[in-house]
């Protein structure tokens, strides 16, 4: 078992930033990918930011040249840099952690963003 514990999420004006943290009970590098998703109410759950054990990093383009994903191993911390919010980024923030060998994912209980217009 793995416990993901995301932190950081608030209420905070279009224009501003936060950070996420999703802390992890295991060591970063025995995970293969670890990704942030987000949900808004109605929606379904869409795939925000992704870093690979490696280093690699993709984003959705919603948020591609503002968001930033990183990962401090010392911690055993990843961490979602989210600048120029805007009011769609409004939703539950979530982490997960994704094994390859054997498959297995693993999640966070979600932290809530709320960007005011």
């Known amino acids: 078992q793995v416990q993901l514990v995301e932190s950081g999420g608030g209420l905070v004006q279009a224009g501003g930033s936060l950070r996420l943290s999703c802390a992890a009970s295991i060591s970063l590098a025995s995970i293969n990918v670890v990704d942030w998703y987000r949900q808004a109410p109605g929606e379904q759950r869409e795939l925000v930011a992704r870093?690979?054990?490696?280093?690699?990093?993709n984003y959705a383009d919603s948020v591609r040249g503002r968001f930033i994903i990183s990962s401090d191993n010392a911690k055993n911390t990843v961490y979602l840099q989210m600048n120029s919010l805007k009011p769609e980024d409004t939703g539950v923030y979530y982490c997960?952690?994704?094994?390859?060998?054997?498959?297995?994912?693993?999640w966070g209980q979600g932290t809530q963003v709320t960007v005011s217009s």
């Open positions: 870093i690979a054990s490696g280093g690699s990093t």
């Open positions: 997960a952690a994704h094994f390859f060998m054997p498959a297995e994912d693993f």
